[in-house]
């Protein structure tokens, strides 16, 4: 569910420049009262005082990262207090990270957390006051997942992105730097300083359920160089990316929210294929790392998830990759997790294995009270726990929260969903659309030979607050090229009736666009684009999804590949379509013949153009 309208700010109370102002001398002092600084490092120095005049219970509080729901940290509406009462037993999150002294708080459109840039920023405001304002305490570390493409929590008026498997099919490394910097700003704009992006995993998989387009493609190097240029974006506007799903998610056929994934690939093949983005990501300087809920028995054959190996992520990610940087987990709350222990033993175990950021447990109440009991009854050394405090510690320092841990109204009417950023946006998004059938060069269409067009097909929910839906953004941007188009929305799983109705009005048009979606051998999609063909007039689809419809089209005289339903992808195929952009997208993954797996129709790297 992505609930990303926009609305008023309600009464979100919004910190006065004099709280503000003492609330940051306040963080001042404490780091000046840590001591002498020490030439070489008076910053480490002086976070490992702020560690040692915490309590245990303020250290277990650091490691967790928690949703809260509401638009204000201290006025949510009355359905958002009730649903922290009843899933969190706070009523805000002003409360939440007074009763748990949390180190993160991560922002969900579904929680209410995102309706526009100017809420959001109070909100930031709002948790960080309230942090603040307690004894010792410290700034939040406040993260979201703002992958774009099909995975964003900020929606409009910010700037919306085409997702991973779009920006590699346009191959460009200054395009995906681009991207982090510009998505980058907008979000510490907003008081979002941790975003869970890039995904590192390589989709070798076409029937991966949960990655699939949000992956750059399937070729490690191809992959390795994309993820390594959104992180340099990213941390340079001063944001922390996070490379994820460590150790890959790309060759899997179930989604760990609801499932217990097995990667089977041997060591040699995990070396080659797998690992190759999280060096470049680690070698970039990345902030972050995501576990996966996965188990890899190649990796550590004990039937954990990765999430709660040693062996995995002190074994190889910190011994054997060299990474000394946060890691995070995956949501706790995912059932890949929860398979074979309990919600009590899930972040204790999470700990041993090496992690240092506790993500969104189902239940905070006992997942902080595991750890502290874990802690007392000697499980858990305070050691263990100030070695990633620490590391939670150094990031948020070197974010500058320690500084400057609010943001300004006039900061995001500056930077969020300007003219200049939307169109850099355009720009991006016009090199990644792939063409990858064009029968007698029926493309570029003629306003001309075919001024009345049909758009017809699937309408999925719209991803990240965009416009919506791909059938009315398609219609629209084609009118405004100059056609005379309209749009039928046809579903994902069209009837009889329903393609029967598709069918008596491209007779009235002079060419049908059909956007589909993950169409499959037994698709009534493929059924409604076989029979709009019959018709005789010329059909355009486009591939709002996956590439990999193409196989099962074989009728449809022009395909193309748009890798999300977002308006700005949308935008950029009717562009194509219409002539006005040449399309330059190459092919990030293979794309196999519908009718024999084993044999590749489109290889990695095609790509049609005028």
């Not at 502290?372 to 510690?393: C, H, K, N, P, Y």
């Given at each position: 569910?992505?609930?990303?309208?926009?609305?008023?700010?309600?009464?979100?109370?919004?910190?006065?420049?004099?709280?503000?102002?003492?609330?940051?001398?306040?963080?001042?002092?404490?780091?000046?009262?840590?001591?002498?600084?020490?030439?070489?490092?008076?910053?480490?120095?002086?976070?490992?005082?702020?560690?040692?005049?915490?309590?245990?219970?303020?250290?277990?509080?650091?490691?967790?990262?928690?949703?809260?729901?509401?638009?204000?940290?201290?006025?949510?509406?009355?359905?958002?207090?009730?649903?922290?009462?009843?899933?969190?037993?706070?009523?805000?999150?002003?409360?939440?990270?007074?009763?748990?002294?949390?180190?993160?708080?991560?922002?969900?459109?579904?929680?209410?957390?995102?309706?526009?840039?100017?809420?959001?920023?109070?909100?930031?405001?709002?948790?960080?006051?309230?942090?603040?304002?307690?004894?010792?305490?410290?700034?939040?570390?406040?993260?979201?997942?703002?992958?774009?493409?099909?995975?964003?929590?900020?929606?409009?008026?910010?700037?919306?992105f085409p997702g991973a498997m779009a920006v590699g099919a346009g191959g460009s490394r200054s395009d995906a730097r681009a991207l982090g910097r510009i998505?980058?700003?907008?979000?510490?704009?907003?008081?979002?300083?941790?975003?869970?992006?890039?995904?590192?995993?390589?989709?070798?998989?076409?029937?991966?359920?949960?990655?699939?387009?949000?992956?750059?493609?399937?070729?490690?190097?191809?992959?390795?160089?994309?993820?390594?240029?959104?992180?340099?974006?990213?941390?340079?506007?001063?944001?922390?990316?996070?490379?994820?799903?460590?150790?890959?998610?790309?060759?899997?056929?179930?989604?760990?929210?609801?499932?217990?994934?097995?990667?089977?690939?041997?060591?040699?093949?995990?070396?080659?294929?797998?690992?190759?983005?999280?060096?470049?990501?680690?070698?970039?300087?990345?902030?972050?790392?995501?576990?996966?809920?996965?188990?890899?028995?190649?990796?550590?054959?004990?039937?954990?998830?990765?999430?709660?190996?040693?062996?995995?992520?002190?074994g190889i990610l910190r011994e054997h990759l060299g990474y000394d940087g946060v890691v995070v987990t995956d949501s706790l709350g995912m059932e890949g997790?929860?398979?074979?222990?309990?919600?009590?033993?899930?972040?204790?175990?999470?700990?041993?294995?090496?992690?240092?950021?506790?993500?969104?447990?189902?239940?905070?109440?006992?997942?902080?009270?595991?750890?502290?009991?874990?802690?007392?009854?000697?499980?858990l050394t305070e050691a263990r726990l100030d070695e990633s405090i620490l590391r939670v510690l150094r990031l948020k320092s070197k974010l500058g929260l320690?500084?400057?841990?609010?943001?300004?109204?006039?900061?995001?009417?500056?930077?969020?969903?300007?003219?200049?950023?939307?169109?850099?946006?355009?720009?991006?998004?016009?090199?990644?659309?792939?063409?990858?059938?064009?029968?007698?060069?029926?493309?570029?269409?003629?306003?001309?030979?075919?001024?009345?067009?049909?758009?017809?097909?699937?309408?999925?929910?719209?991803?990240?607050?965009?416009?919506?839906?791909?059938?009315?953004?398609?219609?629209?941007?084609?009118?405004?090229?100059?056609?005379?188009?309209?749009?039928?929305?046809?579903?994902?799983?069209?009837?009889?009736?329903?393609?029967?109705?598709?069918?008596?009005?491209?007779?009235?048009?002079?060419?049908?666009?059909?956007?589909?979606?993950?169409?499959?051998?037994?698709?009534?999609?493929?059924?409604?684009?076989?029979?709009?063909?019959?018709?005789?007039?010329?059909?355009?689809?486009?591939?709002?999804?996956?590439?990999?419809?193409?196989?099962?089209?074989?009728?449809?005289?022009?395909?193309?590949?748009?890798?999300?339903?977002?308006?700005?992808?949308?935008?950029?195929?009717?562009?194509?379509?219409?002539?006005?952009?040449?399309?330059?997208?190459?092919?990030?993954?293979?794309?196999?013949?519908?009718?024999?797996?084993?044999?590749?129709?489109?290889?990695?790297?095609?790509?049609?153009?005028?």
């Amino acid at each position: 569910m992505h609930d990303t309208g926009t609305g008023s700010t309600g009464n979100t109370a919004r910190p006065s420049r004099r709280a503000v102002l003492a609330a940051t001398a306040g963080v001042t002092a404490a780091l000046a009262a840590a001591g002498p600084a020490h030439a070489a490092a008076p910053d480490e120095r002086r976070l490992r005082a702020l560690v040692a005049r915490m309590t245990l219970e303020e250290k277990v509080g650091q490691l967790f990262v928690m949703r809260v729901y509401g638009h204000s940290a201290t006025a949510p509406d009355q359905a958002d207090i009730d649903a922290n009462i009843e899933e969190i037993g706070v009523r805000t999150a002003a409360e939440l990270v007074a009763k748990y002294r949390v180190g993160g708080i991560i922002y969900f459109a579904w929680a209410h957390n995102t309706r526009e840039p100017h809420q959001i920023a109070d909100l930031s405001n709002g948790i960080q006051k309230a942090s603040l304002d307690l004894p010792r305490g410290l700034p939040v570390l406040i993260s979201t997942d703002q992958e774009h493409g099909i995975v964003a929590r900020v929606g409009k008026p910010a700037t919306l992105f085409p997702g991973a498997m779009a920006v590699g099919a346009g191959g460009s490394r200054s395009d995906a730097r681009a991207l982090g910097r510009i998505a980058g700003a907008e979000l510490r704009a907003m008081g979002i300083r941790q975003n869970y992006s890039p995904v590192a995993d390589v989709n070798v998989n076409p029937a991966n359920p949960v990655i699939g387009v949000r992956s750059f493609g399937a070729d490690p190097r191809a992959v390795s160089a994309l993820v390594a240029a959104e992180v340099a974006g990213y941390q340079g506007s001063g944001v922390a990316a996070t490379a994820k799903h460590f150790p890959g998610h790309g060759d899997t056929n179930v989604d760990s929210h609801t499932g217990f994934p097995t990667i089977t690939h041997s060591r040699e093949l995990w070396e080659k294929l797998d690992a190759p983005p999280f060096r470049a990501a680690i070698a970039a300087g990345i902030d972050s790392i995501m576990t996966a809920h996965l188990m890899v028995p190649a990796l550590d054959d004990s039937g954990d998830p990765a999430t709660l190996s040693r062996p995995i992520l002190t074994g190889i990610l910190r011994e054997h990759l060299g990474y000394d940087g946060v890691v995070v987990t995956d949501s706790l709350g995912m059932e890949g997790v929860r398979t074979k222990y309990g919600d009590d033993r899930v972040p204790v175990l999470a700990l041993k294995a090496g992690v240092d950021q506790l993500l969104n447990p189902p239940d905070l109440d006992l997942a902080w009270n595991a750890v502290l009991t874990a802690v007392r009854e000697g499980e858990l050394t305070e050691a263990r726990l100030d070695e990633s405090i620490l590391r939670v510690l150094r990031l948020k320092s070197k974010l500058g929260l320690f500084r400057s841990p609010y943001v300004s109204q006039r900061g995001v009417d500056r930077t969020v969903g300007t003219r200049a950023h939307l169109a850099a946006a355009d720009r991006i998004a016009e090199r990644t659309t792939t063409l990858l059938v064009n029968e007698g060069r029926l493309l570029p269409l003629s306003r001309r030979r075919y001024p009345r067009v049909l758009v017809v097909g699937a309408d999925p929910a719209s991803p990240s607050g965009t416009t919506g839906p791909p059938t009315g953004v398609l219609a629209g941007a084609l009118n405004g090229l100059g056609f005379t188009a309209t749009a039928l929305s046809t579903g994902t799983a069209p009837s009889a009736a329903t393609i029967a109705k598709a069918v008596a009005a491209a007779r009235e048009a002079d060419a049908v666009v059909a956007a589909t979606y993950n169409v499959t051998a037994g698709s009534s999609q493929k059924t409604l684009v076989e029979q709009l063909v019959a018709t005789g007039r010329p059909v355009v689809a486009v591939a709002i999804r996956n590439p990999y419809d193409v196989a099962h089209l074989p009728s449809a005289p022009a395909c193309l590949a748009a890798c999300s339903w977002t308006d700005v992808e949308l935008r950029s195929a009717a562009r194509v379509i219409a002539g006005r952009v040449t399309p330059r997208g190459k092919l990030p993954v293979p794309v196999q013949r519908a009718d024999d797996p084993e044999q590749v129709l489109y290889p990695v790297g095609y790509g049609l153009s005028y």
